[in-house]
């Protein structure tokens, strides 16, 4: 099936809410003549979301400037607990968590305005990265949001990603056009995709670039995916983030995309260890795969990491991260959060 993103709409909302709820857990099903584990929501895994997001809101743990985090990465970590909020539901401008979403996009907006445009940090080398989770969030907000900024916001930001796409099709630390990996190329796939989807024009030449840079940092052997075309070994959270990218673009059924999954599947059961390499990065990108791939392998990978997850979070609902605990609380609500199916990112 060819995945595509739908805007969330109020009735996308009705139809998820009376879905009934997944429940993680050991029943099976039976499913082409084979035992399917059936991952669902317990009320562990609910409450866990709850209170990661009661955190989130916390007079202190959100800045006085609406930001999160108080690393190098601030927008990301606020790209990403915006995107938490939006997972479950809530809605900016309205209900429990509407004032604190409305003053984590403000931050977003005013960046962009003090930046020309540019909403990542500057001088950084996650500043694309930042720019285009940016992007991911606001054009995820647009349709809930009464803001009319986030329109002509998103259109700008639209724009610098476009002009920094070089001439193999991918993105790197800066907005320019100069090299590129597979990581901040993902990144920005991710970013266009979810704008095209909200209404932002993105030229069909721009995605079809991205998606051949893409291919071209397959492992020929493997069928693993490396950081560049033609350097270093290929890598679980790389794979991840290039099968997903495809997925996207509309390849899921492309052979690079099953040998990825493939890839992604017989690698060492470590990869669902707390301390694995980049796990957060890691399983952000791989359960997203794995749900867009079949019931099956969602079924199979789902309760493994969100065990781990769950027993990873803090007595005051918070997760540790590599870059920071809004970054590990957001992003762990993500992961955990894939059968909620609220944001479109997470549609089938």
Known sequence: MTYK?????????????????????????????????????????????????AY???????????????????????????????????????GRYGRVMDRGLAYL????KQ??????TPNNHAGMYEHGLAILALSEAWGQSKNPRIRNVLRRAVDITLRAQNKAGGWRYNPQPADADLSMTVMQL???????????????????????????????????????PNTSEAGFARTAAGVMSLVMCGQSRHKATLRGLDFLKAYPEKKFDKGFPRFHYSHYYAIQAMYQSS???FQAWYPKVAATILAQQSGDGSWSGGHGTAYGTSISILVLGVPYRFLPIYQR
């Open 295 to 297: 019931e099956a392998d």
């Open 190 to 228: 991710v970013a266009l995709n979810s704008a095209r989807e909200s209404g932002i024009a993105v030229p069909k030449s721009t995605i079809e670039r991205a998606t051949k840079y893409v291919l071209s940092c397959q492992d020929e052997i493997t069928g693993g995916f490396k950081y560049m």
């Open 109 to 112: 907006l005013n960046k962009s």
């Open 115 to 120: 930046q020309r445009g540019f909403i990542g």
């Open 5 to 53: 993103y739908r805007l969330l709409t109020l009735s996308l909302i009705i139809i998820s809410l009376v879905q009934l709820p997944l429940q993680l857990g050991s029943q099976e099903s039976r499913t082409g003549g084979q035992a399917v584990r059936v991952a669902r929501l317990t009320p562990e895994v609910r409450k866990a979301i709850t209170d990661g997001l």
């Open 56 to 94: 989130l809101a916390k007079p202190g743990v959100q800045n006085d400037d609406g930001s999160w985090g108080g690393g190098s990465n601030p927008v990301a970590e606020t790209s990403l607990s915006i995107m938490a909020f939006l997972l479950k539901g809530y809605v900016p401008g309205r």
